[in-house]
């Protein structure tokens, strides 16, 4: 059994930082990619940031420049450092990994419960 779970989230004003954690445990042989990605009330969940187990990255647009996004696989760990908030960040922000649970299985997209992170105005 494979789990993330988020920590780091919370309430922050414009201007502010915040640093998401995302722990995945269990029966893990290896990780592929993992990212980070957000819903807003009454949007559809987009894709923020990702890494690569190679340590390729990928940002949205709207966060260029302002989140960081990184790994410690010794950890099993993803983080995601974001600078310079926004009231538009404000969202619930879910992580996933490509993990190979079994040595017949291929990769596969685990995703954690969320943790909601609000940027006052």
């Known amino acids: 059994q494979v789990q993330l779970v988020e920590s780091g989230g919370g309430l922050v004003q414009a201007g502010g930082s915040l640093r998401l954690s995302c722990a995945a445990s269990g029966s893990i042989l290896s990780i592929n990619a993992m990212g980070w990605s957000r819903q807003a009330p009454g949007k559809q969940r987009e894709l923020v940031a990702r890494i690569t187990s190679g340590g390729s990255t990928y940002y949205a647009d709207s966060v260029v420049g302002r989140f960081t996004i990184s790994r410690d696989d010794a950890k099993n760990t993803v983080y995601l450092q974001m600078n310079s908030l926004k009231p538009e960040d404000t969202a619930v922000y879910y992580c996933?990994?490509?993990?190979?649970?079994?040595?017949?299985?291929?990769?596969?997209?685990?995703w954690g419960q969320g943790t909601q992170v609000t940027v006052s105005s």
């Open positions: 996933n990994a490509l993990i190979r649970a079994r040595a017949w299985s291929g990769f596969k997209d685990y």
